[in-house]
């Protein structure tokens, strides 16, 4: 696991779950190694919002829709950015298993109103083969995102 975000949730008493599985590079199949049902699984997509990079965190088993995104961001322009725009921002995470800490990377973190419905998420910790399993509200406590409605 990332050693920085475990000790930042073993620094602020949160309890959590690690769950090692063998690689993995979608959501969907992540959730079907680990057993662990594709709503509560929050997949991590960057996405440029008027030049700024922002985190956008969603059901694995749903898709962003970008127009939504940019009209309650109240966003010119949303689109989604690509790996070699962000990946410096990622030093210490494999791409495309960053956690939803943006709060760890100075980056805006906007959650899926459906997401906040469960009582337990799970998430790449900064690797295809480890899952971090914790309480939604804990989550919510630490990273304080804005919720908001822009998923199918």
Do not use: W
């Not at 599985?21 to 992540?30: F, I, K």
């Not at 965190?57 to 950015?81: H, N, Y």
């Amino acid at each position: 696991m990332l050693a920085q975000l475990k000790n930042y949730l073993d620094g602020k008493g949160i309890k959590y779950v690690s769950v090692v599985h063998s690689r993995a590079y979608t959501m969907q199949e992540v959730a079907a190694l680990t057993h662990i049902p594709g709503h509560q699984m929050a997949k991590v997509v960057i996405v440029d919002l008027d030049g700024e990079m922002a985190m956008a965190v969603l059901p694995a088993d749903q898709k962003i829709v970008l127009q939504d995104l940019r009209e309650i961001t109240g966003s010119d322009q949303a689109r989604f950015a690509s790996e070699l725009d962000f990946q410096e921002r990622f030093p210490n995470c494999e791409i495309g298993a960053m956690p939803p800490f943006g709060n760890l990377y100075g980056m805006e973190v906007y959650v899926s109103e459906s997401l906040t419905q469960n009582d337990q998420i799970a998430f790449n910790a900064g690797s295809h083969t480890e899952v971090i399993k914790m309480a939604y509200r804990d989550f919510a406590r630490l990273v304080q995102p804005k919720i908001m409605s822009f998923t199918t």
